[in-house]
């Protein structure tokens, strides 16, 4: 019995250090050759049994032991080796070293943290099928109960640590999943706020900006306080617009939303623009290109797109029907625009052209670049949208 409590205690150490025995790299060679000294110092300094041969004891020490060697590359054939070599030296009337015992804690904890549950039972059989038939003997019993208790809590303990880890990584799993899954529906979320404001509320500001502009321009006999509150109604609405683009700009960058974003428009997108136009009205619209063509600087581009955008967009309200003529033409220092429509022309009582809010918006983009726009009756009937564009001089 003092042998059973002496090699409890010894093995209870050592299950406490198995996992770090056998972490590092070279751990197993290393562990194998420590318990094989150990077990050749104990057997060649403990007094050995009447029948105990101490060749044949020290050949199973090392039988015992040296296995470990084998625990990493290949668990199973670890502890069958060992396990039938502790228990061939009990049968022999021998008795395994202390070290042999910790082998055997060693290899079957291994076993039951990377082999599945069957594997570890199998194992197991041969430890119950010798505790079973040492039962009867007095004298191999304590032994055989030892090894089937040392064999059964290695490989527990074993199968228990790698049923926590295996939980600890499927709520790790869970968790992970939870948080992609309400990260994406929080980008949906924004993503859907970002059209709702840019589908609805956009367009009501904008359209606040137009009424309070347009009764400015329309209402005869208005006092200069009532236009300078509507000047201020429309400024507030267009900084309202302003800044709620810039909102809808974060809210899709922080949904992801990447394929809505697009490069500004130049004069490549012309063609495009003057389909768009002919599907939405009955008349016809053509392009007309004079000069060398050669890309121009972005600024120059856009604002060239914008102006023939809005003037098409006039012409499509206030001329229905019409045909509309877009000339450009290349200069050397200059690029020179022009929207003309066949339509009725400007109708006021006074020959006078009103001066709504689109056109006073090319002239700004117009102006923001040095150049002019001017507007009026074209010479033989409709409407004439100008604008002179100057070419900074680093362009071809």
């Not at 022999?92 to 290899?107: F, Y």
């Not at 949906?188 to 404001?197: N, T």
């Not at 990447?258 to 002919?278: I, V």
């Not at 008349?283 to 000069?291: A, E, Y």
């Amino acid at each position: 019995m003092a042998y059973v409590r002496q090699a409890g205690g010894l093995v209870d150490r050592a299950v406490a250090g198995v996992r770090r025995v056998t972490a590092a790299n070279g751990s197993p060679y290393v562990a194998a050759g420590v318990l094989c000294l150990a077990a050749f110092t104990e057997v060649a300094f403990r007094p050995l049994g009447e029948r105990e041969n101490p060749s044949f004891a020290l050949l199973f020490a090392l039988a015992v032991t040296l296995p470990v060697a084998l625990v990493r590359i290949s668990p199973v054939v670890a502890a069958v080796l060992v396990g039938a070599a502790a228990i061939i030296t009990s049968i022999g009337d021998g008795r395994a070293p202390l070290a042999g015992l910790v082998a055997l804690v060693v290899v079957l904890f291994v076993v039951g943290r990377r082999r599945s549950r069957r594997a570890v039972a199998l194992l197991l059989v041969p430890f119950i099928a010798y505790a079973a038939i040492t039962l009867p003997t007095r004298d191999d019993r304590a032994f055989g109960v030892l090894l089937l208790l040392l064999a059964t809590g290695a490989a527990v303990t074993g199968v228990a640590l790698r049923a926590r880890d295996e939980a600890v990584w499927r709520d790790a799993s869970v968790r992970a999943m939870a948080d992609s899954l309400l990260e994406h529906a929080a980008r949906g979320e924004r993503a859907r706020i970002a059209r709702e404001l840019h589908d609805v509320v956009a367009h009501h500001i904008s359209m606040i900006a137009v009424q309070a502009e347009a009764a400015r321009l329309t209402t005869p006999g208005m006092p200069s306080d009532g236009a300078r509150r509507l000047v201020a109604i429309a400024d507030t609405a267009r900084t309202a617009l302003t800044e709620m683009r810039r909102l809808l700009g974060v809210l899709r960058e922080d949904a992801g939303v990447e394929p809505t974003r697009r490069p500004q428009p130049g004069l490549q997108q012309l063609n495009d623009l003057l389909d768009e136009a002919r599907g939405l009205g009955a008349g016809g619209t053509r392009l007309i290109v004079r000069g060398r063509v050669a890309p121009l600087d972005q600024g120059i581009e856009l604002t060239a797109y914008r102006i023939v955008q809005e003037a098409l967009t006039n012409a499509r309200r206030h001329a229905p029907g019409a045909a509309v003529d877009v000339e450009l033409l290349y200069g050397k220092d200059a690029l020179h625009l022009r929207v003309r429509d066949n339509g009725p022309g400007p109708a006021a009582a006074n020959g006078s052209v009103p001066d709504g809010h689109g056109l006073a918006g090319m002239r700004e983009r117009a102006g923001m670049v040095g150049g002019r726009l001017s507007t009026g009756p074209a010479p033989l009937g409709g409407f004439l949208v100008e604008a002179d564009l100057p070419i900074p001089e680093t362009e071809p």
